[in-house]
């Protein structure tokens, strides 16, 4: 993957250093509160490399995000095909975001996104990209229509890698942006 910077960050592919940040994202009660599961080092270190396999193959993914200012890696933020979700047809591309909960607040998601659903359009050129959340994660949600996704009504669908000893996780709002939607966006 050729890195994609903006103004703040560099977006790329994992390096060997970030694993524990990967781990700690992945196991923070805050930032996996909307997930049923947390991972353990073994289970978080076999996400990271199926991630950084992906990346290598597809030249994008859910990619590490880099501060400019420092090198800290702050989580992830990127694109990769939506997989188990069946009202989606297969080829559709998700976008999604994880960062440690001391780089929240900082428009870190949203200005990464925006770089991402450029490269989505310009580069892979797509007809769309979605994303989706739990029903009541308003932070997610809220980058999600910072970016200019819409919700799609009647969209809202169970998640199945969700269990049912959770059923408060289960139900998942479905927001897509189109890439006509997003060239009148940004080129008005």
């Known amino acids: 993957m050729n890195p994609i910077?903006?103004?703040r960050l560099i977006l790329r592919n994992w390096e060997e250093r970030e694993r524990g940040l990967f781990h700690r994202i992945n196991c923070d009660e805050k930032v996996m509160e909307f997930f049923p599961f947390r991972r353990d080092r073994a289970a978080s270190d076999a996400l990271f490399d199926r991630l950084r396999d992906e990346i290598s193959r597809l030249g994008y993914g859910f990619a590490a995000a880099e501060l400019k200012s420092d090198g800290a890696c702050i989580g992830f933020i990127g694109l990769r095909p939506a997989v188990g979700i069946p009202s989606l047809p297969d080829g559709t591309v998700e976008i999604g975001w994880r960062l440690a909960p001391e780089f929240w607040?900082?428009?870190?998601?949203?200005?990464?996104?925006?770089?991402?659903?450029?490269?989505?359009?310009?580069?892979?050129?797509?007809?769309?990209?979605?994303?989706?959340?739990?029903?009541?994660?308003?932070?997610?949600i809220a980058v999600m229509r910072r970016i200019g996704m819409r919700e799609i009504v009647g969209g809202d669908f169970d998640h199945p890698g969700v269990p049912d000893t959770h059923p408060w996780l289960k139900r998942h709002v479905l927001y897509r942006i189109a890439s006509a939607d997003w060239r009148r966006s940004v080129h008005p």
């Open 5 to 7: 910077t903006t103004d």
């Open 105 to 140: 607040g900082k428009s870190y998601a949203t200005e990464a996104a925006c770089a991402w659903l450029s490269f989505g359009f310009e580069t892979l050129h797509l007809e769309e990209i979605v994303s989706f959340a739990v029903w009541n994660n308003a932070r997610s």
